[in-house]
């Protein structure tokens, strides 16, 4: 069974970075897209960047453009969120999720991660 399990989350002050790991294990599946997507408490779960297997369709948020980048290493089937200058409002729970084709809305991937928890103290 596919599964797409997230790691690197953790506590951090306003300006410092993180660095978010998702990796997909088990069988090969169709998805060619990966989004990052975060959801804080009381909030809609909100998109933040994709990238597809072979490195292209890279977006981002405009909240997080600039600060945040989106890189793939296909040996490890692992894609990573590169997080710098980590604001308060940069707080959430950060899912990695797959779809066909990458998308900025979450109806459009059908394949979900745990989710790893990011939190930006002031």
């Known amino acids: 069974q596919v599964q797409l399990v997230e790691s690197g989350g953790g506590l951090v002050q306003t300006g410092g970075s993180l660095t978010l790991s998702c990796v997909a294990s088990g069988r090969t599946f169709s998805s060619d897209a990966v989004g990052w997507f975060r959801q804080a408490p009381g909030k809609e779960r909100e998109f933040v960047a994709s990238?597809?297997?072979?490195?292209?369709?890279?977006a981002f948020a405009d909240s997080v453009r600039g600060r945040f980048h989106v890189a793939v290493e296909n040996p490890a089937n692992t894609v990573y969120l590169q997080m710098t200058n980590l604001k308060p409002e940069d707080t959430a729970r950060y899912y990695c999720a797959a779809a066909r084709v990458p998308g900025r809305t979450k109806e459009e991937y059908n394949l979900w991660g745990q989710g790893t928890q990011v939190t930006v103290s002031s």
């Open positions: 990238i597809t297997w072979g490195g292209s369709g890279i």
